[in-house]
């Protein structure tokens, strides 16, 4: 298995506070992405990097920033939660572009009350 | 607007049976195509893909086969074992891209014994 962690693996907040989800890996891959699952939706990416510092959006990336300061760790802020941003959040990683597999975390449920 | 679609949200096959399920894109710059796995609480799991410039890839019990003028794979699955029970997302990847992979909503496949 690939070494991702994603850390809450649970968490419950309140609208209008700022939450941040952590994914960290452990095997050095330059490429990192936050992916939101929903019913009905699939699976939706947030936003993804391409290397420390380096990051761009994706298909859903209203309300979301990201930060990435070092190759193993890919940080996902809510800066305002809100109700719809209630979701499972999946991290992924990838070894390098044109390795099209994409590796996934366990997932972060996050309840917005 | 969906660009990867899997219309069948729920499937049901006997144990034993063979498991068929399908997939259709729109994006004509997608040159790679996956499938997923996800049990409940975990994240998905890499299945089987497959290169745009084939029309079939065979792994053990799984095969994919891809009808690049229908836009159209699916997933044969033979025989179909309880453990098969899951949720499977088809996904694309667009040629030369680094934003990751575009995912349908999924199909949840129930194997009866």
Request: aromatic share 12%; hydrophobic share 30%.
């Amino acid at each position: 298995d690939a070494g991702i962690t994603q850390s809450p693996r649970h968490k419950v907040t309140e609208t209008g506070t700022p939450v941040t989800l952590r994914c960290h890996q452990t095997e050095n891959h330059r490429y990192m992405y936050w992916y939101r699952q929903d019913p009905g939706h699939g699976l939706r990416l947030i936003h993804y990097s391409y290397g420390v510092k380096d990051t761009d959006k994706g298909e859903v990336s209203d309300g979301y920033s990201v930060s990435r300061s070092k190759t193993e760790d890919f940080l996902l802020t809510l800066e305002s939660a809100t109700s719809s941003q209630t979701s499972v959040y999946f991290c992924a990683i990838s070894e390098r572009q044109g390795k099209e597999k994409l590796f996934f975390g366990s997932g972060t449920q996050l309840s917005v009350l | 607007d969906q660009q990867v679609k899997q219309n069948s949200p729920s499937l049901s096959v006997q144990e034993g049976r063979i498991s068929i399920l399908n997939c259709d894109y729109t994006n004509s710059m997608f040159d790679y195509f996956l499938w997923y796995k996800k049990y409940p609480a975990e994240g998905p799991t890499f299945l089987i893909s497959i290169s745009s410039i084939k029309d079939k890839n065979e792994d053990g019990r799984f095969t994919v086969f891809l009808n690049k003028s229908a836009k159209h794979l699916s997933l044969h699955i033979v025989p179909s074992q309880p453990g098969d029970s899951a949720v499977y997302f088809c996904a694309a990847k667009r040629g030369g891209g680094a934003d990751g992979l575009t995912f349908g909503k999924g199909t949840h496949l129930i194997i009866q014994p």
